[in-house]
Structures are given as structure tokens and as C-alpha cells.
């Protein structure tokens, strides 16, 4: 007779999988909807085990957030990166076009949103507040861009994220083809 050793996960996998589940989660119920009972019965783990890996369920959610943070600061750099020469609007348009690959998934472009929607939670706040300053400071120091091309680019990647939460890109109506146009598209 053949026995199994069961291998246990540790506490570093344990947390992947709950941040895989909440990000999914959270995404579709928001950080309001959601419960830690939701998160932690997708994660195939109790409640109580959940709270030994967050503090709360705010710090679960500032958690994605920087997580989410971090996706875009990583597309950023490898879009930085690939721009030839250093023209400040060269390098954001490049930037732009990361960060809509990167909203495309739905769930991160959602955590985005119900972020935004909850910055009156302290922890969370605190956490959209850092993911805009780093998302900001970096993007200044590889694009040598000025205050107001840095405001731009926010205001089209903000637009981006309302684009592709309401799907304008599937309705034919001269107001999502206004939402969708970007200068140089025709």
C-alpha cells in the first residue's frame, strides 16, 4: 500500500492564491460587496486563516492595489523602454498604449475602479494615493515629460479605464466613437 505525503502549502503560496481569488472577487463586487467569507471559501481556506495573512479586509484590498500599482508600473517601464530617442510625447504615447493593454484585464482594470470608489477607507486611500505618486514620479523621470503632458496622460489613461468598463468599443453611436478617439486616430 502506497501512501501519499501530503505537502502543505506555505504562507507565501497561501497568499497568491487568496490574492487570486480576491482580485477576481473584489472585481466583480467591489471592495463594499465583497466579503473576507467570500475570499476566503474561493481560496479553499477558513476565515480565521485569511485574517493570519491579512490584518483586515482593507488591508486585503490595499493589497490588489498595489498589486494593480505595480502591473502598471511594469508596463510602463517595458514601454519606456522600447521608445527610440527621448521626445517627451513619444514616450507617453507608448506609456498610453501599455496602460490599455494592461486595463484590458477586466479584473485589474475593476480593482482600479472600486479603488477609486473607496479612498474614503483609510488604508485604501492611502494606497491609491501611493500607487498615483509612484505611477506619477516615475512616469516624469523616464519621459521627461512636463506637468501638463503628465496631466494628459492621466486624463486619457482615466478615459481608458471608462471606455473599457462600459464596453464603448462594441456600441456604433457617435458618442462612444467621441469617448474612443485619441489625437492621430481617425
Known amino acids: 500500500m502506497e501512501t501519499r505525503t501530503r505537502q502543505r502549502s506555505t504562507a507565501e503560496q ?30 479553499g481556506i477558513s476565515q480565521g486563516y485569511l485574517y493570519r495573512l491579512f490584518k483586515d479586509k482593507e488591508t486585503l484590498f490595499a493589497a490588489l492595489v498595489d498589486y494593480c500599482s505595480d502591473r502598471l508600473r511594469e508596463s ?46 483609510p488604508v485604501i486611500g492611502e494606497a491609491v494615493r501611493r500607487c498615483y505618486a509612484r505611477q506619477v514620479e516615475y512616469i516624469r523621470s ?15 489613461t482615466l478615459l481608458s479605464n471608462v471606455v473599457v468598463a462600459i464596453d464603448a468599443a462594441a456600441i456604433d453611436a457617435p458618442w462612444a466613437r467621441a469617448l474612443r478617439a485619441r489625437p492621430g486616430n481617425t
Not at 16 to 35: H, L, Q
Open 142 to 156: 523616464v519621459s521627461g515629460a512636463s506637468d501638463e503632458q503628465i496631466r494628459r496622460y492621466f486624463a486619457d
Open 76 to 121: 510602463v517601464a517595458t514601454a519606456a523602454a522600447s521608445v527610440r530617442g527621448t521626445d517627451p510625447e513619444s514616450v507617453l504615447r507608448a506609456m498610453t498604449a501599455s496602460y490599455d493593454e494592461v486595463i484590458a484585464d477586466r479584473d485589474v482594470l475593476m480593482i482600479l475602479m472600486h479603488a477609486q470608489c473607496s479612498v474614503g477607507e
Open 14 to 43: 497561501r497568499r497568491a492564491t487568496v490574492m487570486r481569488t480576491a482580485i477576481k472577487t473584489f472585481a466583480e463586487r467591489g471592495y463594499y460587496g465583497t466579503s473576507t467569507m467570500d475570499v476566503a471559501k474561493g481560496a
